[in-house]
């Protein structure tokens, strides 16, 4: 379905703790339009600050939009009551502080809160979902750990589970693999993949490595200062022209002999001459 | 930490004099003074007060007292007596455990206490506190009146009255001697009107500086004192303190108490409490002081 | 799900059996036997009828529900706070609460007589928990905001009640210092009774809406994303929690630790999942506070030890072989 998520001249950001007077607002995200569909694998990339959290924030309503709206499936996003729109879009946060203990089956059981009945009791269908996301996720031999005692790669596949019970038709990721070693990083975007190709769940992924979100994305958003500098396919976002003028610094495209995506290369600067 | 027990022993022998409690109707009844107080035929009496408990000796019916607080110790025979708790905290389940007939406690004692006795169908009676000799005798009488001892009581007071016109006329004939009455030390706290230590400084001539200052017992600064150079400084022993205190006013050279020495030290267990012995005592022993 | 059932009929058979020795243990020791027949018969006139009936049940109860209360609230606010150090009282209630105990046995002792006390503590109390709700709501009811607005109104409202220490006559504040250190044995029986029936209800509602507070505690992000609104979420719990433990403060004083050693060792024993954690911390807490209670007015009768001193000394030493002994305390 074409028109799955559309954002029409959605403007936003913070407002900022300053000491005197009104709060002045900070905008981060300056009129942005876009159209995504069903099933697509959409990477948000830009540099820091660019908007591509504050967007997602904005999707899953954490944030309220100063100006535009959102339409998912059709509908003005914040028609959605909290319960329905949990059941529908899904969202895995950059950092999730855990200050409490939970044992790893508890805390992906906890992702199934949006279908749980008024006591908050698990049912069979609950459990049923979680052991079929954390076969998913290879994280069955975990399940009776406590959560604070396992390792990144490990949290962030619980986190993952996590996220995939609430049997999402929209998955909104903030940097899923940014502190995995390339094994996990593999492993997890595969997964997602699978799922994206598989059962059609659409993807809106934020990432910093380009040369990931370019293996794995059906189409990029390149962000820069609360803008849409560029969306398209990765062979039409990832140019040099396009990457050295967002992020200013000076890079090499060639193209990944496997694969034949785009692939991003670095150039150090240090023993150039100042200009 | 003597200060706080110290002060703690003078909440037996103080209340605020503004308010009057009234209790509900029946035998349980009103202490004002001048009400009709019936007899009571008891055999089992608790104090809750430590100058309860010295009266209930002087009025010869210690036998048929059951239980006292750890505080009462005048007369030196109440210790034997059993224990049914502090003075702040009298401990119900002993106080019901011993059946008493009559509960005797004053007003500084907790309404909530007094209440929950009363709820438990325990009969107790409250007594205002006296300060001034007026009230004191007058409070004994009372108390007297319900234990059916009046003519002892009577006996007492007469003598003590005797004893006090003999101290009068034989002090009677000093000037005016400045005294200031200490009776804690940080902060200074003295006493003004209306209270006992004042009324014997002021029976045997002697003139109070605090005396107009206010009433009851209330703080005063140190400079107020050193303005009105007292000629005489009782100072009311609190435990270490009061060493301290003593050097602390030794200090001041130039006061007149202290070039003529006449600082004093009170043992506040012999002075304070208002019964009429106490009163008596604690009379002849600042006489003898400042004269 | 037999470890839970497990746990659950051992805390009652705990709790019925430290009832029982509440009210068979004191100064007047009483048997088995004797505190059936007493119990059997309201209507009794002896000495040891009425000190059942109108001295240790009451105060057994009270000690159950304050003691019930307290630890379930200390629950709801680590939960909030996303802190397992929290306590029932950081959040400033405790300071309001005393403010009103003292301004009350001041001015209103004489026109209120016996019910001041509990009456214008919980005013106090309440009087606290709007000013924080009020102030943390600036910060949309962010930890830190709360936390911050509780202690720093905790700490305004101290100095002012040191401040009337400092002025009034020495002989007032006994009750009052007497109060802040934890008594179960002044309140009248209709306050117990009304303070029951809050916290128990109150509990209910917190057992009913459990499984929000877990979801609470994974952040707002993952919150909202999950379907709760954090801080509407937040607010409620914040409210609920702390209308109990001003019930609480307002008949007992000050009792401390055990709305934070009871959550800790419960979260211990049964995991953080809030649906079991309360009740069992419910039932622990009143666990505690009778035994606590119980020893408090007997190892030196007549005379009494404030029970907030018992709690403070034995949550101390637990708190301290629990956390030298512990291997698991990574996080914390």
């Known amino acids: 379905m074409e028109n799955f998520l559309v954002a029409d001249n959605l403007t936003c950001g913070y407002t900022e703790e300053v000491p005197h007077r009104h709060l002045p607002k900070r905008e981060v995200i300056k009129n942005i339009s876009l159209s995504l569909g069903e099933g697509e694998f959409i990477g948000m990339i830009g540099p820091n600050g660019a908007g591509k959290t504050t967007f997602l924030r904005v999707l899953t309503r954490i944030l309220k939009p100063w100006k535009g709206k959102i339409f998912f499936q059709g509908k003005n996003l914040e028609k959605f009551s909290p319960k329905q ?188 001459k100042c200009n | 930490m003597g200060t706080l027990f110290f002060l703690i022993f003078l909440i037996g022998c103080n209340q605020s004099p503004s308010h009057q409690v009234t209790e509900s109707p029946s035998d349980q009844v009103t202490q004002s003074p001048g009400h009709r107080v019936t007899r009571l035929p008891v055999q089992r009496i608790i104090s809750l007060a430590p ?110 009255e005797k004893e006090i016109k003999k101290i009068i006329a034989r002090d009677k004939n000093f000037f005016l001697l400045k005294v200031f009455l200490q009776l804690g030390s940080e902060p200074l706290i003295t006493a003004g009107e209306d209270t006992f230590l004042n009324e014997m400084v002021e029976l045997i001539g002697g003139a109070n500086i605090a005396a107009n200052l206010g009433k009851g017992y209330f703080r005063i600064n140190r400079e107020k004192v050193i303005q009105e150079d007292p000629e005489v400084i009782l100072i009311v022993s609190m435990g270490e303190t009061t060493e301290k205190e003593l050097k602390a006013w030794l200090k001041f050279k130039n006061l007149k108490a202290v070039r003529e020495k006449k600082i004093y030290l009170l043992d506040a267990d012999k002075i304070c409490r208002p019964t009429v012995t106490c009163f008596l005592e604690g009379l002849g022993t600042i006489s003898k002081l400042i004269r | 799900m037999k470890r839970k059932i497990l746990l659950f009929v051992s805390l009652f058979f705990l709790l019925f059996s430290s009832f029982i020795a509440s009210l068979i243990l004191g100064g007047e020791k009483i048997s088995l036997r004797c505190l059936l027949t007493v119990l059997s018969n309201p209507a009794g006139e002896n000495p040891i009828s009425t000190i059942v009936w109108r001295i240790r049940l009451p105060r057994s109860l009270l000690a159950l529900m304050v003691g019930a209360g307290l630890a379930t609230c200390g629950c709801v606010f680590q939960g909030i706070l996303r802190n397992p150090l929290a306590e029932p009282y950081t959040l400033g209630i405790s300071g309001g609460a005393a403010l009103g105990a003292v301004l009350g046995e001041i001015f209103f002792s004489h026109l209120l007589g016996y019910y001041s006390l509990p009456l214008t503590s919980f005013l106090g109390a309440l009087f606290s928990i709007f000013l924080v709700y ?83 505690t994974l952040g707002e992000e993952k919150a909202t994303s999950l379907g709760v609104e954090p801080e509407s979420g937040k607010k409620i719990f914040f409210l609920l929690a702390s209308l109990i433990v001003s019930a609480c403060v307002s008949s007992a004083g000050m009792i401390a630790f055990v709305g934070l050693i009871v959550p800790h060792f419960f979260r211990w024993i049964t995991g953080t999942e809030h649906p079991t954690l309360l009740p069992a911390a419910f039932l622990g807490g009143a666990i505690f506070l009778l035994l606590a209670d119980t020893c408090a007015r007997t190892i030196i009768y007549p005379v009494e030890i404030p029970v907030g001193v018992i709690t403070g000394i034995i949550g101390g030493i637990f708190f301290l072989i629990f956390f030298l002994k512990s291997k698991k305390w990574k996080i914390f």
């Not at chain 2, 905290?89 to 206490?113: C, F, G, H, R, Y």
């Not at chain 2, 009363?118 to 000799?133: A, N, P, Q, S, W």
Request: glycine letters at 4%.
């Open chain 1, 85 to 272: 729109l949990a059941k529908e879009i899904a969202f895995l946060p950059q950092n999730i502080e855990i200050p409490f203990p939970f044992s790893v089956e508890t805390f992906i059981l906890l992702g199934r809160y949006p279908y749980l009945d008024y006591f908050g009791r698990f049912n069979f269908q609950d459990e049923q979902q979680v052991k079929k996301m954390m076969e998913l996720t290879d994280t069955v031999h975990l399940k009776d750990k406590k959560i604070n005692t396992l390792s990144g790669g490990e949290r962030q596949r619980v986190f993952l589970a996590q996220t995939l019970v609430q049997e999402p038709k929209l998955l909104l990721l903030d940097e899923p693999v940014a502190h995995l070693d390339i094994g996990h990083q593999i492993e997890i975007l595969d997964l997602i993949k699978r799922l994206n190709q598989e059962k059609n769940l659409t993807v809106i992924a934020v990432f910093h490595d380009l040369n990931l979100a370019s293996e794995y994305c059906d189409r990029l958003l390149l962000l820069n200062e609360g803008k849409i500098y560029k969306n398209g396919q990765p062979e039409e976002v990832l140019t040099y022209k396009n990457l050295e003028e967002v992020y200013k610094t000076v890079v090499i495209v060639s193209k990944n002999p496997l694969s034949s995506k785009p692939h991003v290369l670095l150039v150090p600067q240090w023993d150039k």
């Open chain 2, 51 to 160: 100058s309860i408990t010295e009266q209930l000796y002087s009025l010869g019916v210690e036998e048929k007292i059951v239980g006292v607080t750890i505080f009462c110790t005048h007369p030196a025979e109440a210790k034997i007596k059993e224990k049914i708790g502090t003075y702040l905290e009298p401990n119900l389940e002993k106080i019901v455990a011993l059946k008493p007939d009559l509960v005797l406690a004053t007003e500084s004692q907790k309404k909530e206490t007094v209440k929950k006795l009363k709820d438990l169908g325990i009969k107790i009676f409250v007594f205002k506190e006296g300060e001034t000799f007026k009230e004191i005798t007058e409070q004994f009488l009372q108390l007297a009146k319900i234990l059916g001892e009046e003519k002892r009581a009577k006996r007492i007071i007469t003598s003590a």
């Open chain 3, 134 to 216: 009020f102030f943390a709501s600036q910060k949309k009811f962010n930890p830190t905001g709360l936390i911050l607005s509780g202690v720093i109104l905790s700490f305004l409202f101290s100095s002012f009640v040191l401040l009337i220490f400092a002025l009034i006559r020495p002989e007032r504040f006994h009750t009052i210092i007497l109060w802040l250190m934890g008594d179960l044995s002044a309140a009248p029986t209709e306050i117990i009774r009304i303070v029951s029936f809050c916290i128990i209800s109150g509990f209910v509602l917190l057992v009913f809406l459990s499984r929000k507070l877990d979801i609470l």
